[in-house]
């Protein structure tokens, strides 16, 4: 059974994903096909991976996927900072996207913890 902080990540997280497939529209071609890819990826990846985790009863193996969603969101927030600083992301979407990043990384961690009580 989902509960809401579950259901919000996800909300969270797809809302994300729009923005910034949004977002790739208009960066240059170049950089749209390479970090606007890798990071639309990563973002689809993240997604899939704490759906698939909502369905698994194995606690364990729960705790893994999402061990490896917060292993794509630090790779997501790398990309996207890099976008910044290669200068095909503004500023201000830089800092929206990293404070959606910041509420998605302390949902997730939330769920994880709730996970370690469980699992002992």
């Not at 999402?66 to 800092?95: G, M, P």
């Amino acid at each position: 059974m989902q509960n809401a902080q579950e259901t919000q990540l996800f909300q969270s997280l797809y809302k994300l994903l729009l923005a910034w497939h949004e977002n790739c529209r208009i960066m240059p071609k170049m950089d749209r096909f390479t970090l606007g890819q890798k990071t639309g990826n990563l973002l689809l990846d993240m997604l899939t991976t704490t759906t698939s985790a909502y369905h698994v009863a194995d606690q364990m193996q729960k705790r893994k996927l999402l061990l490896q969603a917060s292993t794509a969101l630090e790779n997501i927030k790398i990309t996207i900072r890099l976008s910044k600083d290669v200068k095909v992301l503004k500023e201000q979407k830089y800092i929206e996207y990293q404070t959606k990043l910041q509420a998605i990384g302390k949902m997730l961690g939330g769920w994880i913890a709730s996970l370690q009580k469980t699992i002992r």
